[in-house]
């Protein structure tokens, strides 16, 4: 009579056990469903910190570069605001930094309002295109593209060539959009955009679509020489070595450079001393997460600033 008892206890202990092992994985999976929310909450708000950080960190650049060049008629490579700025503190860190637009050729400035090609623009894509080793249908192609007609230039390309596409589209018959929708143009390979980055841009330097004006004292020795035929390798050096030694507050100080006055002349109105486009980045840092900011910002005469493009990720 004891042994059925006796079995009647096991049973009962190993139910306990089995109760008891189960009620521990309830608590430990709740434990642990605990820990992943309060992670996940940790992790959006060190996010949503990280983000105000870099947004907070365009917005100081700007007043950084209005009050840097406020005192001054130039922008040169030389001045303090060129560059990183990085400010931590006991949450994070945030870091900014800026650089000059409007010493590189501006692409949309090709096709004039009228639908014409500049002769100016196009000679020094041209130039510049040449010291790249790039063809000169690149830029019939690209006129194609922002004119209005359908009219295809020697080399070119109008809706009827895109049409035969996979898939199929239309030219835009526009400006430019972004950099990238230079990826769509006849004969613009991802090679190539690469090779033309640093010494182009899309955006002018003036409101109201007037022509841009490159600025000597930020323009490489690529665009440099391509600002005109007279302006070869070694005119381009002295250029640079001269603003580095002291920045050119105004074009006629060319002139300071053997040739120079000649080159002054003929590129009066096409260049100037002083930038108004900058493209700032701000990459902010919270614990394990991480925000970048990158802007593009019109400076001009008033205390405002015109914010062209902003992007986040």
């Known amino acids: 009579m004891m042994l059925p008892v006796r079995g009647n206890k096991g049973f009962a202990l190993i139910l306990t056990m089995v109760v008891s092992a189960l009620m521990v994985a309830v608590v430990v999976e709740m434990i642990y469903q605990v820990y992943v929310d309060?992670?996940?909450s940790r992790s959006f708000r060190d996010e949503q910190q990280a983000s105000l950080y870099a947004e907070s960190g365009i917005t100081g650049g700007v007043k950084l570069l209005q009050l840097s060049l406020?005192?001054?008629d130039y922008s040169a490579l030389s001045d303090s605001w060129t560059k990183p700025f990085r400010l931590d503190d006991e949450t994070g860190s945030v870091e900014i930094t800026a650089v000059e637009e409007s010493g590189k050729l501006n692409l949309n400035d090709l096709v004039q309002p009228n639908g014409e090609t500049d002769p100016y623009t196009l000679a020094a894509l041209r130039r510049l295109g040449k010291r790249l080793k790039l063809g000169d249908e690149l830029w019939s192609a690209l006129a194609d593209w922002?004119?209005?007609d359908d009219q295809a230039r020697s080399g070119g390309g109008e809706s009827a060539y895109y049409k035969t596409m996979k898939p199929p589209y239309s030219a835009h018959n526009a400006k430019l959009s972004t950099i990238f929708e230079?990826?769509?143009?006849k004969g613009f390979t991802p090679e190539i955009i690469v090779k033309l980055r640093p010494f182009v841009t899309i955006f002018g330097g003036q409101s109201g679509g007037l022509p841009s004006q490159v600025?000597?004292?930020?323009a490489?020795?690529?665009v440099l020489t391509a600002l005109d035929d007279t302006i070869d390798d070694r005119m381009a050096e002295r250029i640079v070595e001269e603003r580095r030694l002291k920045p050119f507050r105004a074009a006629g100080e060319l002139s300071r450079i053997p040739g120079g006055e000649i080159i002054s002349q003929k590129l009066a109105g096409k260049v100037s001393v002083k930038g108004t486009l900058f493209r700032l980045t701000s990459i902010s840092r919270v614990k394990e997460s991480a925000r970048t900011v990158e802007a593009l910002v019109r400076l001009g005469g008033g205390a405002e600033a015109e914010m062209?493009?902003?992007q986040e990720y």
């Open 308 to 310: 062209i493009v902003w």
């Open 38 to 40: 309060v992670s996940l």
């Open 182 to 185: 230079l990826s769509l143009v």
């Open 215 to 218: 600025n000597i004292n930020a």
């Open 220 to 222: 490489s020795q690529e």
């Open 70 to 72: 406020a005192s001054q």
């Open 146 to 148: 922002m004119d209005s």
